[in-house]
C-alpha cells in the first residue's frame, strides 16, 4: 500500500469536496477507448471507488471517490493498462474531435488530425490552459470557437452554369438559403450567407456544384466559463499539414507573449489581434 500519499499532489487527480476522496481524470485521445481498456477501469472503479465512472466535457472519463490513500495504486494499474491519467494544469489540455471521421457531414477526418495533435502537442506547457477543439463542418457539434484554438472543416462551393440542370436540389438542402435561382437560369451562391458546409456539393447530380477550396478553418483565443470570449477567425483555410504546423507556432507564440496564468484570448485582446496571423508565420514552432 503506498504510503504517506498526503503529503504529496498526484498529477491528473483532483480533490474532492469530501477532501478524504480524489477523482482521477483519464485522458482518451479524440474520445476513444478500446474494449480492453474500458474493463480496466470498470475493474479499478469497483475496487478503489464506488463502482460508476464518470466522463468529462473534454470527452474523458473519472473515476469518483478514491480515498487519498489509494490513489497511486490504482494511478499506477491505469498507467500499466497504456491509458493516461491526468489533463490539468497550465498545459495543452485534452483536444476534443467530433466524430467527422464517420459521420456523414463531415468534411476531414477530425480523429486523424486529433490523434496527430494530441502526438504531438498534448500535455506541452503553457502559460495557462490552453484548449483545441476540432469540428469536422459547420454544423459545429463541439462549438469549437469556444476554445483557445479551434479548427473547422470546411468546404467551398464552386459552380458551373453549364453543367446546370435546374433542378435546384441545392437550394433545398442550403439550410442559411444561401443559394437562389438566378434570373437567367441556374443559381447564384451568396458568399456572404454560405458557411461551406458542402451539402450542396453532395446533392448536386451533374457536377454543377463542386469543391472549389477545402480545409480548416481556423479560430484564435476563444473561452468559455465566467467570462468567455468567441473565437477569432483567421482569414483562410489551412490543409491538414499546415493546421499541424500552425498549432505548434501558435503553442510557441503564446509561451513568448502570454503572461503567467492568462489564457491565450486574453493575451491577444492585450497586444491586438490584428498583427496576429502575419507574426505566426515567423515563429517557429513549439516542437
Do not use: H
Given at each position: 500500500m503506498s504510503k504517506n500519499i498526503t503529503e504529496k499532489k498526484v498529477p491528473g487527480c483532483i480533490t474532492q469536496r469530501n477532501s478524504e476522496y480524489r477523482v482521477i481524470r483519464i485522458k482518451l485521445t479524440a474520445g476513444n477507448i478500446d474494449s480492453e481498456q474500458l474493463k480496466v477501469i470498470a475493474d479499478i472503479a469497483n475496487r478503489y471507488g464506488r463502482g460508476y465512472v464518470g466522463t468529462t466535457s473534454r470527452l474523458g472519463i473519472e473515476i469518483p471517490w478514491v480515498p487519498k490513500e489509494l490513489l497511486e495504486d490504482a494511478v499506477q494499474e491505469l498507467k500499466e493498462a497504456g491509458l493516461t491519467v491526468g489533463s490539468t494544469g497550465p498545459t495543452v489540455r485534452s483536444i476534443v474531435a467530433c466524430k467527422g471521421s464517420i459521420c456523414r457531414y463531415g468534411l476531414v477526418d477530425t480523429q486523424e488530425?486529433?490523434?496527430?495533435?494530441?502526438?504531438?502537442?498534448?500535455?506541452?506547457?503553457?502559460?495557462a490552459k490552453f484548449k483545441i477543439g476540432i469540428t469536422g463542418c459547420p454544423n459545429n457539434c463541439i462549438k469549437v470557437q469556444l476554445n483557445d484554438l479551434a479548427f473547422m472543416g470546411q468546404c467551398v462551393p464552386g459552380y458551373d452554369k453549364d453543367k446546370c440542370t435546374d433542378c435546384y436540389a441545392c437550394?433545398?438542402?442550403?439550410?442559411?438559403?444561401?443559394?437562389?435561382?438566378?434570373?437567367?437560369?441556374?443559381?447564384?451562391?451568396?458568399?456572404?450567407?454560405?458557411?461551406?458546409?458542402?451539402?450542396?456539393?453532395?446533392?448536386?447530380?451533374?457536377?454543377?456544384?463542386?469543391?472549389?477550396?477545402?480545409?480548416?478553418?481556423?479560430?484564435?483565443?476563444?473561452?468559455?466559463?465566467?467570462?468567455?470570449?468567441?473565437?477569432?477567425?483567421?482569414?483562410?483555410?489551412?490543409?491538414?499539414?499546415?493546421?499541424?504546423?500552425?498549432?505548434?507556432?501558435?503553442?510557441?507564440?503564446?509561451?513568448?507573449?502570454?503572461?503567467?496564468?492568462?489564457?491565450?484570448?486574453?493575451?491577444?485582446?492585450?497586444?491586438?489581434?490584428?498583427?496576429?496571423?502575419?507574426?505566426?508565420?515567423?515563429?517557429?514552432?513549439?516542437?
Amino acid at each position: 500500500m503506498s504510503k504517506n500519499i498526503t503529503e504529496k499532489k498526484v498529477p491528473g487527480c483532483i480533490t474532492q469536496r469530501n477532501s478524504e476522496y480524489r477523482v482521477i481524470r483519464i485522458k482518451l485521445t479524440a474520445g476513444n477507448i478500446d474494449s480492453e481498456q474500458l474493463k480496466v477501469i470498470a475493474d479499478i472503479a469497483n475496487r478503489y471507488g464506488r463502482g460508476y465512472v464518470g466522463t468529462t466535457s473534454r470527452l474523458g472519463i473519472e473515476i469518483p471517490w478514491v480515498p487519498k490513500e489509494l490513489l497511486e495504486d490504482a494511478v499506477q494499474e491505469l498507467k500499466e493498462a497504456g491509458l493516461t491519467v491526468g489533463s490539468t494544469g497550465p498545459t495543452v489540455r485534452s483536444i476534443v474531435a467530433c466524430k467527422g471521421s464517420i459521420c456523414r457531414y463531415g468534411l476531414v477526418d477530425t480523429q486523424e488530425f486529433c490523434r496527430q495533435l494530441d502526438k504531438a502537442y498534448f500535455g506541452i506547457s503553457q502559460p495557462a490552459k490552453f484548449k483545441i477543439g476540432i469540428t469536422g463542418c459547420p454544423n459545429n457539434c463541439i462549438k469549437v470557437q469556444l476554445n483557445d484554438l479551434a479548427f473547422m472543416g470546411q468546404c467551398v462551393p464552386g459552380y458551373d452554369k453549364d453543367k446546370c440542370t435546374d433542378c435546384y436540389a441545392c437550394i433545398s438542402v442550403c439550410k442559411v438559403k444561401a443559394i437562389d435561382k438566378a434570373g437567367e437560369g441556374g443559381i447564384q451562391i451568396d458568399q456572404n450567407k454560405c458557411v461551406n458546409c458542402g451539402s450542396c456539393i453532395r446533392v448536386c447530380p451533374t457536377e454543377a456544384i463542386t469543391i472549389e477550396e477545402e480545409g480548416f478553418a481556423v479560430f484564435l483565443g476563444g473561452k468559455f466559463g465566467r467570462q468567455y470570449r468567441i473565437g477569432q477567425r483567421l482569414n483562410r483555410l489551412y490543409s491538414f499539414e499546415e493546421a499541424i504546423e500552425l498549432t505548434g507556432r501558435i503553442l510557441e507564440y503564446n509561451k513568448l507573449n502570454a503572461n503567467t496564468g492568462e489564457r491565450f484570448g486574453d493575451m491577444l485582446e492585450r497586444t491586438g489581434f490584428e498583427k496576429i496571423e502575419e507574426t505566426i508565420k515567423t515563429t517557429k514552432s513549439i516542437t
